[in-house]
């Protein structure tokens, strides 16, 4: 360890209340592709939230269990994926009164007050799709080495769909929910050992097929310019810990990169399904109850998402 390290620890998460079997969503039209082929991919249940329940409310819920642990943050990341999720305000209010105040009701100044953390300053992340909260990490780890006097920091992901959107994208079954996380120089839980993004503003408003055509290419370059950027080799890698999409994709990937299948690990697909940017979090809290990761072991963290954008982490075990 060096005194430019930074580390990440404190993981917790939140799902939209309401759960629903792959046959129920499927029936209530919640889905464009039939089961069968949700099923094959790995998928058998999600979360949708429920009425009344924000992507705020998420968030709330998702902090809860670790404000202790973010106690004096000298700031929030607050990634949202959906724009809509970025403003808490009234729509309806801005059009009677035209004052835009009501679309800036920005949720991390809201999280900063409900959470007593008044030397945070407020970072809002929105356009990194999927991939935010890993984004929010690469960025409080660039804040930490040049600011190390923020201390610690406070990474937030929340998204909600909108009432009556499909709950299906790019052939992946979408839960609502939220992530949080602590990034700091306190070397406890995982030193961040290297982040990397990749980002193809070409295919910004790709269609699920352009979506799964790049996903393999640009994925498999993604983890070798990020194993490059850490300067470590495939079999270095004890455990990968992806987003939740169809299984076989990482079959094909375990292959093409010589990463071990057994070490390959998303096991929670089939009860939560793709929880937008909250995959990597809830595969990985889901292996520390599984499996006593050693000190020393290193994971990677991929993940992809619209814009087209790729970010994958590197941790490694305290």
């Known amino acids: 360890m060096t005194s430019t390290d930074v580390f990440v620890h404190d993981f917790s998460l939140a799902l939209g209340r309401r759960e629903h079997t792959l046959e129920e969503s499927v029936a209530a039209g919640r889905t464009h592709s039939p089961a069968s082929a949700l099923f094959e991919a790995g998928f058998r249940r999600h979360r949708t939230c429920g009425d009344g329940e924000s992507a705020y409310d998420l968030a709330r819920r998702a902090v809860a269990p670790i404000a202790t642990a973010a106690e004096g943050a000298g700031a929030i990341i607050y990634a949202t994926c959906l724009p809509l999720n970025g403003n808490i305000g009234d729509e309806a209010r801005f059009r009677e009164t035209r004052d835009v105040k009501h679309v800036m009701d920005f949720p991390v100044s809201h999280l900063q ?158 009860d939560i399904g793709h929880v937008i940017s909250a995959d990597n979090v809830a595969n990985l809290m889901q292996l520390e109850r599984a499996v006593a990761i050693p000190s020393g072991a290193r994971l990677l963290l991929p993940m992809a998402g619209f814009g087209l954008n790729w970010q994958a982490v590197i941790l490694e075990k305290v």
């Open 113 to 270: 007050a409900d959470f007593h953390l008044d030397r945070a300053a407020a970072i809002g992340l929105g356009q990194q799709a999927c991939t935010s909260m890993l984004g929010s990490m690469r960025i409080a780890r660039a804040l930490l080495r040049d600011e190390p006097e923020l201390g610690r920091i406070l990474c937030v992901s929340s998204d909600r769909f909108p009432p009556g959107a499909e709950h299906e994208q790019a052939y992946n079954l979408i839960s609502d929910g939220a992530a949080a996380c602590v990034v700091s120089l306190q070397p406890r839980g995982y030193r961040i050992v290297a982040c990397h993004q990749i980002t193809n503003g070409a295919l910004a408003q790709a269609s699920d097929d352009e979506t799964v055509g790049t996903y393999f290419s640009y994925t498999a370059r993604l983890l070798r310019e990020t194993l490059a950027k850490a300067k470590l080799e495939p079999g270095q890698i004890d455990w990968v810990v992806p987003q939740n999409t169809h299984a076989k994709a990482w079959t094909i990937l375990a292959r093409l990169l010589g990463l071990a299948q057994d070490r390959i690990y998303f096991e929670t697909i089939g």
